[in-house]
């Protein structure tokens, strides 16, 4: 009987889901996830997480808890840099040491520490560490990284095409769409686990298109274009998900088919605050492009962010007519 695994649907998942399930289901593990993110489980979270915690945080609790009896080992990576002399939030470095102090009755948790602040190459060191949990074979290993590593490729190509990560998960081909779409476009930029996660962001996506808005986030935008503008900033961003967030707006306020930006981000999140601000000015300084800036926790009521999705599309239909398109 294969060994289960069990990866939250919480905080990284949305961007390196297919990398951490190629690796254990090529190792000859079965992969499970917690689901999607619903109330339970962020009530779950709450009793479990400290008060100063985010909340993707406190929703990455419930997400534990949901698997906490469902599998032999829970995936919580211990991320301090996936790029080099990048960081990546520090609560994602203590979040397994969290876990384990909050959380009673867990199975074993596979914590390896993903650390690429030094060079890109020394991931293959730390997956080899994490496949040694269930694999003593080091051929079989690496030929599970690789493999690993290529479908992540394929991932990236199919989100950079225009897809969205639940799309590109189940999406072979790598198309998206059957020909030009003339819906009026909105970027929506803050960090994966805020804007894909539904629960969180109470439907933010799902409003937008059923509104006959086409959307674009800061994932679909190529490395080269975010690297290009992040690299005119005066100083260099250390946060890897923060610099992908400027450089992603600053694109999207130079390009003309962008209609209005919603910059989504966690109420007591440090580097949001910043990034948020610098997004802000930079489509201020554009001229009169709709911006919209939601922040959310678990208090945010659903009234209260329609009304403010609702004026903001009020906002973007006028912007459009008053430029002709």
């Known amino acids: 009987m294969p060994v289960i695994i069990g990866i939250p649907r919480s905080l990284l998942f949305y961007k390196y889901y297919p990398l951490w399930k190629t690796f254990f289901e090529e190792l000859g593990a ?6 999607h993110t619903t109330k339970a489980v962020l009530q ?13 945080v406190k929703v990455a609790f419930g997400h534990v808890q949901a698997l906490r009896e469902r599998v032999d080992y829970i995936f919580i990576p211990r ?3 996936v790029s080099p002399r990048e960081y990546i939030c520090p609560k994602f470095l203590g979040f397994p040491d969290m876990v384990r102090q909050c959380v009673q009755g867990l199975p074993a948790i596979i914590d390896t ?7 890109e190459g020394d991931m293959f060191r730390q ?8 694999c003593k074979n080091p051929l079989k290993i690496t030929a599970a990284y690789r493999k690993a590593r290529s479908e992540m490729a394929r991932f990236d190509s199919r989100v950079e095409a225009g897809m969205l990560p639940e799309e590109a998960f189940i999406n072979r081909e790598g198309i998206p769409g059957d020909g030009p779409d003339h819906r009026p476009t909105v970027a929506v930029v803050g960090h994966p686990y805020n804007i894909y996660d539904s629960f969180i962001n ?4 799902k409003r937008l298109e059923e509104s006959g808005i086409n959307i674009v986030t800061a994932d679909n935008v190529p490395e080269r274009l975010v690297n290009s503008y992040a690299g005119t900033l005066n100083k260099k961003l250390f946060w890897t998900l923060g610099r992908r967030m400027v450089g992603a707006a600053y694109h999207f306020t130079d390009n003309p088919s962008i209609r209005g930006i919603i910059h989504v981000a966690s109420f007591a999140c440090g580097p949001d605050s910043m990034t948020g601000d610098m997004i802000e000015r930079k489509v201020r300084r554009k001229g009169n492009l709709p911006f919209l800036n939601l922040i959310l926790d678990e208090h945010t009521g659903e009234a209260g962010i329609v009304t403010r999705i609702e004026a903001f599309l009020d906002m973007v239909n006028m912007h459009g007519q008053a430029s002709g398109i």
Not at 30 to 35: F, P, Y
Not at 114 to 119: C, D, G, S, T, W
Not at 127 to 134: D, L, Q, V
Not at 202 to 205: C, E, F, M, P, V
């Open 30 to 35: 079965e992969v499970t996830t917690s689901g």
């Open 44 to 56: 779950e979270g709450l009793k479990l997480s400290v008060d100063e915690a985010c909340l993707p």
């Open 79 to 81: 991320l301090v840099s």
């Open 113 to 119: 520490s993903i650390n690429m602040y030094r060079r």
């Open 127 to 134: 997956f080899s560490e994490m496949g040694a949990h269930i």
């Open 202 to 205: 109470i439907n933010l996506i």
